[in-house]
């Protein structure tokens, strides 16, 4: 076998292994919604999904995935927004209707221009579920992305997501991120569909979103618990890990202190490394493997800078802040 075939097959492999590691449940419904033609109407998109999928869940997850797959993010929007409509009103019937109005405008620039950032993103969701049927509704919140969200101060109402019934269960959505993700070095959105979100797991999706409204929180509520916890990736949550040392994602440490680190659900084989502040790959130190989780150490320096970034093979994984003692 040709080097040229060895590599390829190394590659198809893992393809095929990372595509089974999603759920194959779902796998089906991706496959028939990434056919499907150009719609000219929301209408005939939601008559389209209602007469190829029957169940609830199954209506649910093709709105997520065709969202994602067809809706890409508008960067230029998102970097320059422009200024909020204010409303004028004699009434709330009055201000409840205005603000539906100005609802419905922003959804359908999303369905028109196949283009939107989060608010276009959550609101077309939800209007493809009522018209499929479906109860739905848009959360209004926080959400950790970046480093430098770790352990901030303020809380943000910078992102929307929805929650959605199904069989009787409200389960949680993240179309915008289902689409791929921002890259902020570059000023970039990097198109990659990414099931996770679809009926997340609340012990992570609850790490990355806060819910502005009391009555949306499944998490605990504590604010101040979801601005200081590790930032955590893609990866992180589809090997399912889990933090267990340190006990926040704000760590307390002087020059050359030894911080131990320990995560659920990855072994001394796996490929775990942080970057130094010139982008250097930097080897964890003493790696213990026991009872499914690895435990290791990282010798603190001003050096490093602010922040560990964890690395899973070369795939962002985690993210501790780091505050000098």
């Not at 072994?267 to 989780?293: F, T, W």
Request: glycine residues 4%; aromatic residues 14%.
């Amino acid at each position: 076998m040709t080097i040229r075939k060895i590599v390829f097959a190394f590659f198809f492999l893992n393809f095929i292994f990372i595509s089974s590691s999603y759920s194959q449940k779902y796998s089906a419904i991706d496959s028939i919604v990434l056919k499907y033609p150009d719609f000219g109407s929301t209408e005939k998109l939601a008559e389209r999904i209602k007469k190829d999928f029957t169940t609830e869940r199954d209506k649910a997850r093709a709105i997520y995935s065709w969202i994602a797959l067809n809706i890409d993010y508008d960067v230029k929007t998102f970097l320059d927004p422009p200024t909020p409509k204010s409303v004028d009103y004699k009434n709330q019937a009055e201000r409840d209707k205005k603000i539906q109005l100005m609802h419905e405008e922003v959804m359908r620039k999303a369905f028109r221009t196949r283009k939107a950032v989060c608010e276009g993103y959550s609101l077309l969701y939800a209007h493809l579920a009522a018209l499929s049927g479906l109860r739905c509704q848009v959360v209004n919140g926080d959400a950790r992305t970046v480093v430098q969200d770790i352990g901030r101060r303020n809380y943000l109402m910078n992102h929307a997501w929805n929650k959605v019934e199904v069989d009787g269960e409200w389960i949680l959505v993240d179309a915008t991120w289902g689409g791929g993700s921002y890259d902020h070095r570059r000023k970039a959105f990097v198109k990659k569909f990414t099931p996770i979100y679809f009926d997340a797991d609340l012990k992570y999706f609850n790490a990355m979103h806060y819910p502005e409204a009391s009555m949306y929180k499944g998490n605990t509520g504590n604010k101040s618990e979801f601005l200081n916890a590790p930032l955590i990736y893609d990866s992180f949550i589809e090997e399912q890990a889990e933090v267990l040392m340190p006990y926040s994602g704000v760590i307390m440490a002087n020059e050359g202190d030894k911080i131990t680190f320990k995560i659920k659900n990855i072994d001394r084989l796996d490929n775990i490394c942080y970057l130094d502040k010139k982008e250097q790959r930097v080897e964890i130190e003493n790696p213990k493997e026991e009872d499914g989780s690895l435990e290791f150490q990282v010798t603190y320096s001003k050096k490093m800078g602010r922040f560990i970034s964890f690395y899973l093979f070369w795939k962002n994984f985690a993210a501790f802040k780091i505050i000098p003692k």
